[in-house]
């Protein structure tokens, strides 16, 4: 099992940047693939972008590549995303969430253990 807590939400401007983190304990080493995730206000839950725990390969959403950076620091057991350039339409709750599989990284299925979501809000 692996536990996820996310960090370093809160209130941007629209051209604002913000650091989210995700503390990961437990079996981390069994999870190959850890990604985030946003909800936004009425909308469905959307990948955003994927790591695989080597550091090896990245994936992101057309919607915030060239503007968010995914990292991870094995030794510390955590997951960033740095947000750069934010957009209102950028305003959701993020979720870090990991996966045993490299296979199928955009989707939320492929994915067993979830955070509790961390609220970014970009104000116009």
């Known amino acids: 099992q692996v536990q996820l807590v996310e960090s370093g939400g809160g209130l941007v401007q629209a051209g604002g940047s913000l650091r989210l983190s995700c503390a990961a304990s437990g079996r981390t080493f069994s999870r190959y693939t850890w990604g985030w995730f946003r909800q936004g206000p009425g909308k469905e839950r959307e990948f955003v972008a994927a790591?695989?725990?080597?550091?090896?390969?990245?994936l992101y959403s057309d919607s915030v590549k060239d503007r968010f950076t995914i990292s991870r620091d094995v030794a510390k057991n955590t997951m960033s995303l740095e947000m750069n350039s934010l957009k209102p339409e950028d305003t959701a709750v993020y979720y870090c969430?990991?996966?045993?599989?490299?296979?199928?990284?955009?989707?939320?299925?492929?994915?067993?253990?979830w955070g509790q979501g961390t609220q970014v809000t970009v104000s116009s």
């Open positions: 790591i695989v725990w080597s550091g090896s390969s990245t």
């Open positions: 969430a990991a996966s045993n599989t490299p296979l199928r990284r955009t989707l939320q299925a492929s994915y067993d253990s």
